[in-house]
């Protein structure tokens, strides 16, 4: 019986998880759940799941938290605050942390579960964004299982050889890391509409559900952008050793194209279950839930290369991967505090990319050596980011 801490249970990631938890109730067991705004979601959940403890972010929510708690009838221990959520990351009885939190607010807690050596089940690609060698040297330090989530990552994992090198892939016979994306809800739409994007329309994923912050990133191919990030440092690859490829069917999920020629994919429906399934039981494999493909019914892949000009966050996102550490941190602050302007309608959904890109050349480049340092200069960019927003509305 494994006790698994979920960090952001009430997402989508978390509630994908939970249901390929409640598959297996003779092998996992939820030891924490923890959400940030969603009580009631939060406590239902707590009811059925029955978890030892009960996490949430904001300690001022506590009260209400309490109430609800009561109400509901839930028998466990209400915790507040970011060292409570880094408790349930690392406390000794757990196995396995899922984590989801979105954004920043993730970091911190994900870094506790790798210090605790615990099987980081990792769907927060911020913490690598943002930290990505202080985080992999605490990986190795530590002696954490990282498995990655996102459907791209978790599908490359799946075609590495199992003896992969980490930060050799040439010894491994590996040319290039092929790294999908559907394209989002506005492949197809002419460039000069985009300014007239709402937030509901940009939310609107073709093929995925979804949180409306990754819906958003996913529709500037932000989001892809940061998984090209995430990329290089899961896998220990330059950036150069990268592509992006435009497939909006979202079947395969991603690729590695090996020296000989070879091009290995993972595919399946775009449903999240199946690489949280992979990567809980790894390297064993157990049911998620997910309808096998029928290739029957698959009446076409289409392929194309991503256009900079439709997708300028990509760009900006490629760019600072090859700048360095700063960059990417500075380029994931802007972005949290640049989308949330656009889905609370003070933003144009093009002008995501402006304020992206005037952070990236008003801040001064810094050597992030520790975690108190990313999050000092994570704290700038976002003061930035306000900034610049305010500018743009004047």
Known sequence: ?????????????????????????????????????????????????????VVIADESDYA??????????VNAELLAGPQALEFVSGHDEVHTVMAAIVGAAGLMPTMAAVKAGKRVLLANKESLVMSGKLFMDEVSRSGATLLPIDSEHNAIFQCLP?????????????????????????????????????????CAHPNWSMGRKISVDSATMMNKGLEFIEAC????????????????????????????????????????????????????????????LDFSQLLDFSFRLPDFEQYPNLKLAIDACAAGQYATTALNAANEIAVDAFLQGQLGFTQIAVINATVLEKIEPSELESLEAIIEYDGLARMLARQAIDKLRS
């Open 1 to 53: 019986m494994q006790n698994v801490t979920l960090l952001g249970a009430t997402g989508s990631i978390g509630q994908s998880t939970l249901d390929v938890l409640s598959r297996h109730p003779d092998e996992y067991r939820v030891f924490a759940l923890t959400a940030h705004r969603q009580l009631d979601a939060l406590m239902a959940q707590a009811k059925v799941y029955q978890p030892r403890y």
């Open 64 to 73: 209400k938290a309490k109430s609800l708690m009561s109400e509901t009838g």
């Open 162 to 202: 199992a003896d992969y090198r980490y930060g050799q892939p040439q010894a491994s016979g590996i040319a290039k890391i092929l790294l999908t994306g559907s394209g989002g809800p506005f492949l197809n739409t002419p460039k000069q509409t985009l300014a007239s994007v709402t937030p509901d329309q940009a």
């Open 233 to 292: 440092w899961l896998f220990g690859v330059a950036p150069a050793q990268i592509q992006v490829v435009i497939h909006p069917q979202s079947v395969i999920h991603s690729m590695v194209q090996y020296l000989d020629g070879s091009v290995l994919a993972q595919m399946g429906h775009p449903d999240m279950r199946t690489p949280i399934a992979h990567a809980l039981a790894y390297p064993h494999r157990i049911d998620a839930g997910v309808a096998p």
